[in-house]
């Protein structure tokens, strides 16, 4: 039955009576005072607090999570508070804005490449409590350094308010973490003085209400908009004449469309550097992302953990991520990865009982399977979808490494592995010449290995790793829920080679000229972590997909960035302890 439009007459006229408000408030909200902007944030957050439950509960049951289940959790954390969380940071960047003071307390050091690395993990009491042993640096640009960083950073606000001139930005929504949309624009509205146009996306277009209600402070100021839209509302808006940048969070098709246009007519345009659509487009893309497994001297219990995070890596919401990993590097001759292995299957078939909820989920297995030489499935319950891993030398190896699936299908290559460090160079390069996309790339490896090898040169090593997020013994889709991180590919995309996108987003502290973040959490958890030096209170991690008490944290993880205080971690580390 062919699909009708839910793009009427009617909403057309919405669309353009919306553009019009924003278009007419646009050179207002660039000029508000940082005072108002603090305040307008502070609203929010008191508006956020109030739907949190709402918001988290309507997620769960539309994404099929059974009632009373710990992925729950993912919802408030991947929705809530990672909102809460930006609008904290953003506060406090503001309220440190005169002189850019806000740069004043990052740790700042060089890299071997020569580069500048700004730690902006742990930055308050907080971090070192919440997130212990995590650390996060943001590796800038080369020619950026302390003494110029003040040039390369907030640079919509050297602009004197009273001259400052707005802009109208269509932001087109996500359709699968729920805070996605919310920190896309606020991009564009704190970091860039535009006023929005956000378009959700039909997959989660039950989170339209939460979010008009959530951010109704920027509402009432005619600084934004929320509508619900299908595919030609949106062709309709990306050629609004009132529309004058767009942002785009969703699949390279997607991009290519709106940039060169259809078919053959995008093809000529691409291929003369034409694009039809003249606009700034800025985006976050998907990729093929690549988890390295670095052999090394792992003991069962390390097997187990590590294991837990690669099945989270795959399957936090369903699989449904554009970071999700889709091809495990393993060193080829180890003997512990069988063991490695058994124990993935086990977690995914534990902790990952949900429904494939995201449209065209089941079609896009199935092409994994065509393409793929024997696949071996991983049953996970009935009427649950299994997981299918694919051995990425076999079968159609171009497809594999080129597809982003978007569902629970896993690839797995074997690479030769001489010693670590020859592996590593080996897998990151392996990686960088064959799968697409540059969004997200993860590395395994154990304390002692790195000790071996030399933190410098460890780090000359992950240089050479083209992604924009880059996590050791972490997933990088944590430098998502961390917004201090910026967030998005590998700096350089272009419009004909887009990748993973052009541009970052969240980036509480301003930054401009970055060029990725690397993100490291401890390779061992509370309390085996004391036995070998490592510094973290952190037991299981809360986005683990095997926590067991996430959706308590996940909720109480909000409750505090709302308001915090010490009176509230008690029970925060008693449900971690708990996880």
Wanted: charged share 20%; hydrophobic share 45%; aromatic share 8%.
């Amino acid at each position: 039955m062919k699909h009708q439009s839910a793009f009427t007459p009617d909403l057309q006229s919405a669309y353009d009576a919306d553009l019009a408000v924003l278009d007419g408030a646009k050179h207002d909200w660039a000029k508000t005072s940082l005072s108002d902007r603090i305040a307008v944030l502070q609203a929010v957050k008191d508006s956020l607090m109030r739907v949190a439950d709402d918001w988290a509960e309507a997620a769960g049951r539309a994404k099929g999570i059974p009632e009373g289940s710990p992925l729950v959790g993912e919802e408030w954390i991947s929705g809530p508070y990672a909102v809460m969380s930006c609008c904290n940071g953003l506060i406090d960047t503001l309220s440190q804005m005169e002189g850019k003071r806000f740069l004043d307390g990052l740790k700042k050091r060089s890299l071997p490449t020569g580069q500048t690395a700004l730690r902006v993990v742990p930055h308050s009491i907080w971090d070192r409590l919440l997130l212990s042993g995590v650390k996060a640096d943001v590796w800038m640009q080369k020619g950026v350094n302390p003494s110029n960083l003040k040039d390369n950073a907030a640079w919509a606000y050297d602009v004197p308010p009273e001259q400052r001139v707005g802009k109208v930005a269509l932001v087109l929504g996500a359709g699968n973490i729920a805070a996605i949309t919310p920190l896309d624009a606020f991009q564009k509205l704190f970091l860039e003085n535009q006023v929005v146009l956000l378009k959700m996306n039909p997959v989660n277009d039950y989170l339209t209400e939460p979010l008009k209600a959530a951010l109704k402070p920027l509402i009432d100021r005619d600084a934004l908009r929320i509508r619900r839209g299908d595919g030609p509302a949106g062709a309709y808006l990306t050629d609004h004449p009132l529309v004058e940048e767009i942002h785009i969070t969703g699949a390279r098709a997607t991009h290519d469309l709106i940039v060169w246009g259809p078919g053959e007519e995008g093809a000529k345009n691409k291929a003369a550097n034409t694009p039809k659509n003249p606009r700034h487009i800025t985006s976050e893309l998907g990729a093929v992302c690549p988890t390295i497994v670095v052999p090394g001297p792992w003991s069962a219990a390390d097997l187990r953990f590590q294991a837990e995070n690669i099945a989270t890596m795959k399957l936090h919401n369903g699989g449904f991520n554009c970071v999700a990993v889709q091809s495990l590097i393993l060193p080829k001759g180890w003997d512990k990865t069988a063991t490695l292995m058994e124990n993935v299957a086990d977690v995914i078939a534990k902790h990952t009982k949900r429904a494939a909820y995201y449209p065209g989920a089941e079609d896009r297995q199935a092409a994994f399977v065509d393409h793929a030489k024997n696949p071996r499935k991983l049953d996970r319950g009935q009427d649950i979808a299994p997981l299918y891993l694919a051995d990425m030398a076999e079968g159609d190896s171009a497809w594999l490494a080129q597809t982003e699936v978007f569902t629970s299908a896993l690839g797995v290559m074997h690479l030769e592995a001489k010693d670590a460090e020859s592996y590593l160079i080996e897998a990151i390069k392996w990686a960088n010449d064959t799968l697409y996309g540059t969004l997200g790339g993860n590395i395994i490896i154990h304390p002692a290995t790195i000790r071996a090898m030399g933190r410098k040169r460890f780090e000359e090593i992950i240089a050479d790793f083209r992604y924009g997020a880059i996590a050791v013994n972490a997933w990088s889709g944590l430098a998502f829920l961390v917004t201090a991180c910026p967030w998005g590919g590998f700096a350089g995309a272009t419009l004909q080679d887009v990748q993973s996108g052009i541009g970052t987003v969240h980036n509480t502290f301003m930054l401009e000229n970055v060029e990725r973040t690397v993100i490291e959490a401890p390779f061992r958890p509370f309390p085996r972590n004391l036995l070998s030096g490592g510094m973290t209170l952190l037991p299981r991690p809360p986005w683990f997909v095997s926590n067991k008490r996430q959706h308590h944290i996940g909720r109480l993880l909000t409750r505090f960035q709302y308001r915090p205080s010490w009176f509230k971690l008690p029970r925060v580390f008693f449900h971690a302890l708990l996880g």
